[in-house]
């Protein structure tokens, strides 16, 4: 079993630009989440998806966007990026059944210059 | 959200057992807690979870007061690969549940040889 796995693991992008991270979650998980942890913060929640939907939102701008396709895999997007962006996206993936654990990603760090 | 206090830091040496402590005043019934740590470089990993009862798995054991406004994480022998950021999180379950965990600052454990 690979886990959760993340790409790109590393990415540098221009201010304004638009970025597009993949996740793929663990065999047998149907819910994929979100966040972006800050250089010396707690991760912070973006969105969630399952059945192919946004279930539920954090705090973010609409500039953040995501999509799951039915083999369970996502997309995280961001438009029109800013200095403020750079982060460690981190993915996790979960069961809807029951109150299981999340399991993570390594992330991809993002940074914007 | 829930929200949940814990220490900024800790230390601990090799061998010994470690406590953090987590203090959360307006948890809920239907709440489970939920402890998750990061090492340095990788995305958050589980530890343990519990809603009423002493939890125990490999990792770590989970104790919770009687009035559930409280916990602790044992980890009954540091290693120095237990050095990490430890989050106490409050975790909804129920039909509003979707499974987001909401993370704070957390505990930084460091372990001395």
């Known amino acids: 079993d690979a886990g959760v796995t993340q790409s790109p693991t590393h990415l540098i992008k221009t201010r304004g630009q638009q970025v597009t991270l993949r996740c793929s979650p663990k065999?047998?998980?149907?819910?994929v989440s979100w966040y972006q942890q800050a250089l010396g913060q707690g991760p912070q929640f973006i969105f969630q998806y399952y059945e192919e939907e946004e279930r539920q939102r954090g705090n973010f701008p609409d500039r953040f966007s995501g999509h799951q396709f039915p083999n369970y895999s996502s997309e995280l997007n961001v438009n029109a990026l800013l200095l403020g962006d750079s982060a460690l996206y981190l993915c996790?993936?979960?069961?809807?059944?029951?109150?299981?654990?999340?399991?993570f990603g390594q992330g991809t760090r993002l940074t914007v210059v | 959200d829930a929200k949940t206090t814990q220490p900024n830091s800790m230390e601990s040496n090799e061998e010994e057992p470690v406590h953090l402590p987590c203090n959360h005043s307006t948890i809920s019934g239907t709440d489970y807690i939920h402890w998750y740590r990061q090492l340095p470089s990788q995305g958050p990993e589980y530890v343990i979870h519990?809603?009423?009862s002493n939890v125990n798995n490999r990792m770590a054991s989970l104790a919770i007061a009687e009035d559930r406004k409280s916990s602790t994480l044992i980890l009954h022998r540091a290693t120095l690969r237990d050095a990490a950021v430890y989050y106490c999180i409050l975790r909804g379950w129920g039909s509003s549940n979707t499974g987001k965990l909401i993370f704070g600052q957390g505990t930084t454990l460091q372990v001395k040889p």
């Open positions: 519990g809603l009423t």
């Open positions: 065999s047998g998980h149907d819910t």
């Open positions: 996790a993936s979960s069961s809807r059944l029951g109150n299981t654990e999340a399991f």
